[in-house]
């Protein structure tokens, strides 16, 4: 069983995901396809959560853990190296963006489901150690707990109906 403060990190998560998935389904059936107020399709911020949460592996079995870590990242290219200096924010967000408007809703929420899993799987082998260093939770709540409830507070922003139309 995970420490205190993992249990904690790991009830945050699956309380913000559930509020922001929510959020998703009060948009309804075609709520995928409308445009937030930042300008993204509701679709393309699902893949961009789930990039951010697919890099929660990377960062603590490969840089914090030193482990070799392959197949974490859910899109169809992310078009790296392994000697390739890692992108700031904008262009994985513009890839993410990318994917996402060559697939369909429900391969995005596939996505999305897989990355979470994935995600917490890897939360809960934090040890007590691990959680004492604070980078470990810090990473995790960035890309989870505080990036959920940015988006969720964006969906529930009042938007104009010319950002809403699709």
């Known amino acids: 069983m995970p420490n205190r403060a993992v249990q ?9 995901w559930q509020e922001l998935r929510a959020a998703i389904e009060r948009l309804g059936p075609q709520g995928l396809q409308q445009r937030t107020p930042s300008g993204w399709s509701v ?3 699902i893949a961009h959560i789930a ?3 697919e890099t929660v592996e990377p960062v ?12 974490w990242y859910g899109g169809d290219d992310l ?13 994985h967000n513009a890839r993410e963006a990318a994917w996402a408007r ?16 994935r995600m917490v799987e890897v939360v809960a ?12 939770l810090v990473k995790v709540g960035a890309a989870t707990v505080l990036h959920y409830a940015e988006h969720a507070s964006e969906l529930d922003e009042p938007a104009s109906a010319e950002q809403w139309a699709t």
Not at 79 to 91: E, I, K, N, T
Not at 107 to 117: D, G, I, P, Q, S
């Open 8 to 16: 904690e990190q790991l009830e945050a998560i699956e309380a913000g």
């Open 43 to 45: 679709r393309e911020m």
């Open 51 to 53: 990039f951010w949460e």
């Open 79 to 91: 078009g790296l190296g392994p000697d390739d200096p890692w992108p700031v924010s904008a262009v």
């Open 125 to 136: 082998t934090i040890t007590d150690d691990e959680a004492e260093r604070e980078e470990y």
């Open 102 to 117: 060559a697939h369909t809703d429900d391969e995005v929420l596939a996505r999305w489901e897989r990355a979470h899993r």
């Open 60 to 71: 603590i079995d490969g840089m914090y853990r030193g482990r070799e870590v392959v197949d």
